[in-house]
């Protein structure tokens, strides 16, 4: 009986199936990663491949329809015009000052958390870190508009020291976008920092070295991939930003703003897709120079 | 680590990351194809027999079923009157609607002025029989055949409510309260930083409505026809007073909040903002000299609809005393229908509105597409698109 039933297993489709995958490893290979291969091909390839080719068509004034006319009129206009430019420089600006900001609050906060606090509290303040991720991302943005606000929080603090606040503005929306997006530059440095031996730290110190010795020698070389990686994170977030402006930026716009009302208000497509592709240019480049760093090797 | 390995890592990261990018930057993807088509669209002549279904498309706030709020539910009648059931979709933007449209989906659209020229010109809208709407016979006259809803002679819809954009001032900062616009223009300077202003390619109408009274040189006779000349001033009129703009707004929770805060001293705005802001607040609206550009919404039916039965029905039941009453006052803009003010819930909604005032609303230049044939009748020039306001208004911004 057992025997029997165990041949007729033995001899079932799935066994058999079972058994060529076994002696078939690429094949296995192809049928565990082809499904999310395809959704990566779609999603991101093709989207992108949509993106660019938009970008050289052109939009009929009357009925409003693409036309896939090839031109590159687009490209020009983007290119030369003066109001992209200024665009770009103060959506480049404010990244760059948004990553600065975040760096310099997260280095602290990563170190403390990684080789000072208990291992208690480090759990605590991982979960303080991402905390702000539980809530809405337009939630914080509002909550930002009422802190800068003339009868906000910030004034109330600062008056007493003859300070203002900062309004609705670049400062404004460069103090939300930092801190919006400063749990992922803490987490990649903090999880940098676990990584530095604290033996390391000791035998600077053992060898003479003071503190500042040991950070600039030490520990900021071996936490200059987890830096990058931060940085990524806040930069190109930063350029793709356009609600935060919206709501504490006043009457600016950065590059999100004009694609936003390319594809909106005025309904051209492939001015919003030529308009896109500055972002893209600017991280190949920023991603171009990381890479010369070296620090991308090791992340 | 090997540095083959390194090497691979490094470029799977970088194309990941490239790929978050492109879907960051990626706002949207797709193009539209297809074409209108050319054959004449007519209007009804009589109505058939009912479809069973229609599918209306509107601002938010026109098309209740009581799915927002239980108390506020004016498709139930409807639908039980016409046994037309209703599908709707509200729209953000004109612009929103104008794509949505074009989808050819929708049977009714409830479209501002700044739509119903662009409807009209692409085809997607069909002309409108009044004869077979009893309900428009009750619509103020001053709302009929207009430039925004009308092309020679032939209505396009029917209107549904109408307000205006006006000017809100802080009564602390105005002691004494402005006349003109030019608080918010040529003498904006003392409030820099605490002027609001409209974010839409369509305020520069605001404008150039301030340079008919103010620059007559310019002979601008209707705000919304422009040459490239009389552009060029509104541009720069708008140019200036970018520097002093605290911030521009679309929605109108933050155009509340920022006169609450006091954030904003001046600027435009709408009665039903005004109406939400606490009661403490220390602001007012009035209507300057100039006068004052405003909207008149439009019910239109669409020119590939596939119920135009039910959306004739909804046409007259929406503009019907009673339910245009309901409609208006639950968004806060003036009704059409001159029956409509015995309707509403609260008795002074038709008075805070100034609905059916005749010189109120004369003072107000309705939303009105701008298109390249110039709408104040000259010929020997062409008048500036939209797409060229909505090229300037992005200048204007910076």
């Known amino acids: 009986m057992t025997t029997q039933s165990e041949t007729r297993v033995r001899d079932g489709a799935g066994h058999r199936a079972s058994v060529f995958l076994y002696s078939h490893v690429r094949v296995r290979l192809a049928l565990l990663i082809s499904a999310p291969l395809f959704w990566l091909g779609l999603v991101y390839i093709a989207a992108l491949v949509a993106l660019l080719v938009t970008a050289f068509w052109t939009v009929d004034s009357f009925t409003g329809e693409v036309r896939t006319d090839w ?13 992209y ?39 605590i303040l991982v979960i303080a870190i991402l905390m702000p991720l539980w809530a809405s991302y337009l939630v914080k943005a509002y909550a930002w508009r009422s802190v800068l606000s003339n009868d906000g929080i910030f004034q109330w603090i600062v008056q007493p020291f003859g300070g203002t606040t900062p309004g609705y503005g670049i400062p404004g929306a460069v103090i939300t976008l930092a801190y919006l997006w400063l749990p992922y530059v803490i987490l990649p440095i903090y999880a940098g920092l676990e990584r530095v031996p604290d033996s390391l730290l000791e035998a600077s110190s053992d060898l003479g070295a003071g503190t500042w010795r040991t950070l600039r020698s030490i520990v900021l070389p071996l936490l200059w991939p987890a830096i990058v990686a931060g940085s990524i994170f806040s930069f190109s977030l930063t350029l793709g930003d356009y609600i935060t402006i919206n709501i504490v930026g006043g009457a600016n716009q950065m590059l999100g703003n004009l694609v936003y009302t390319n594809v909106g208000a005025a309904n051209n497509l492939p001015l919003a897709s030529a308009i896109a592709l ?22 | 680590m090997k540095p083959h390995m390194a090497h691979r890592r490094s470029g799977v990261t970088v194309a990941l990351t490239i790929a978050a990018v492109a879907a960051l930057a990626l706002t949207a993807c797709g193009t539209t194809a297809g074409t209108t088509s050319s054959s004449d669209l007519k209007q009804a002549t009589k109505l058939g027999a009912s479809e069973k279904t229609v599918s209306i498309l509107a601002w938010p706030g026109y098309v209740e079923d009581g799915s927002n709020d239980p108390a506020v539910n004016w498709v139930k009648s409807f639908e039980d009157q016409t046994g037309c059931a209703v599908s709707s979709k509200v729209y953000g933007t004109s612009d929103e609607a104008f794509s949505l449209m074009k989808s050819g989906n929708y049977d ?26 009893p309900s428009y016979k009750d619509i103020y006259s001053f709302l009929k055949l207009k430039a925004w809803n009308s092309v020679d002679g032939q209505s396009y819809g029917i209107p549904h409510g109408y307000g205006a954009n006006l000017l809100a001032y802080n009564t602390k900062t105005f002691p ?8 918010v223009f040529d003498k904006s300077s003392p409030y820099k930083g605490k002027v609001t202003a409209y974010d839409s390619p369509i305020y520069i109408a605001d404008a150039a409505m301030y340079l008919m009274t103010h620059d007559k040189a310019l002979g601008i006779k209707n705000p919304y026809s422009l040459d490239a000349k009389q552009l060029a001033a509104s541009v720069s009129l ?32 709408w009665q039903v903002i005004k109406n939400s802001m606490a009661a403490d607040t220390a602001v007012d609206v009035m209507v300057p000299s100039e006068g004052v550009t405003g909207w008149s919404d439009t019910w239109m039916v669409g020119a590939k609809a596939k119920s135009p039965n039910c ?11 009673k339910v245009n009453a309901q409609a208006t006052e639950y968004f806060g803009e003036a009704p059409s229908s001159s029956q409509a003010c015995d309707f509403t819930a609260d008795k002074n909604t038709c008075a805070t509105y100034h609905a059916g005032d005749e010189d109120y609303a004369s003072k107000i230049w309705y939303w009105t597409t701008p298109i390249a044939k110039c709408l104040d009748g000259r010929t020997d020039v062409t008048c500036t698109d939209y797409s060229q306001w909505t090229t300037a208004w992005q200048e204007i911004k910076g």
């Open chain 2, 311 to 321: 959306a004739y029905k909804w046409l007259d039941y929406i503009a019907s005393p």
């Open chain 1, 85 to 123: 430019q200024s665009v770009t420089l103060r959506t480049l600006g404010m990244a760059v000052l948004v990553t600065i900001a975040d760096i310099v609050i997260a280095l602290p906060i990563a170190f403390f958390m990684a080789k000072v606090a208990s291992a208690k509290w480090q759990r």
């Open chain 2, 176 to 183: 004494t309260a402005p006349t003109s616009w030019d608080v």
């Open chain 1, 71 to 83: 031109t590159f009129d687009n490209i020009i206009t983007v290119l030369t015009g003066s109001l």
């Open chain 1, 278 to 299: 500055i972002p893209i240019a600017i991280i190949f480049v920023y991603l171009a120079a990381v890479r010369r760093t070296g620090a991308l090797n090791s992340l």
């Open chain 2, 108 to 133: 009714v659209v409830a479209a501002s002025g700044d739509l119903t020229l662009r409807l009209i010109a692409s085809r997607q809208v069909a002309p409108v029989n009044t004869d077979l709407i």
């Open chain 2, 238 to 269: 708008l140019r200036e007073q970018r520097a002093n703009v605290g911030e521009y707004w679309s929605d109108y929770l933050k155009s509340t909040q920022s006169f609450e805060t006091g954030d904003s001293v001046v600027g435009t705005t």
